[in-house]
């Protein structure tokens, strides 16, 4: 029923910045966590950042003090803001949403970041 869209990716090149954004449409719970994720070819799917409906945030070591995520709760979307980008940091990104209270989890479709050298 929620649908998860990401937006935002796209190229830059290393020190650089991007701003990505995921919207939420339907219904969702006061009690939820909605995070970021990232994939690389060949590689498995890895948490990037975290934020609860509470407030709290957790971090990948590999991004803490570059990357930013927040929640605007009236427009249901959560954005990652990215500092310093790194070419490591190429890949899919994915917005994921667990509702707690409901015991549902959704996937947005990805948006491709890649950063260059």
């Known amino acids: 029923q929620v649908q998860l869209v990401e937006s935002g990716g796209g190229l830059v090149q290393a020190g650089g910045s991007l701003r990505l954004s995921c919207a939420a449409s339907?219904?969702?719970?006061?009690?939820?966590?909605m995070g970021w994720y990232r994939q690389a070819p060949g590689k498995q799917r890895e948490l990037v950042a975290v934020?609860?409906?509470?407030?709290?945030?957790n971090y990948a070591d590999s991004v803490k003090g570059r990357f930013t995520i927040s929640r605007d709760n009236a427009k249901k979307t959560v954005y990652l803001q990215m500092n310093s980008l790194k070419p490591e940091d190429t890949g899919v990104y994915y917005c994921?949403?667990?509702?707690?209270?409901?015991?549902?989890?959704?996937w947005g479709q990805g948006t491709q970041v890649t950063v260059s050298s």
């Open positions: 994921k949403l667990d509702d707690i209270a409901r015991h549902v989890t959704r």
């Open positions: 339907g219904s969702i719970s006061s009690i939820n966590r």
């Open positions: 934020i609860h409906s509470g407030g709290t945030t």
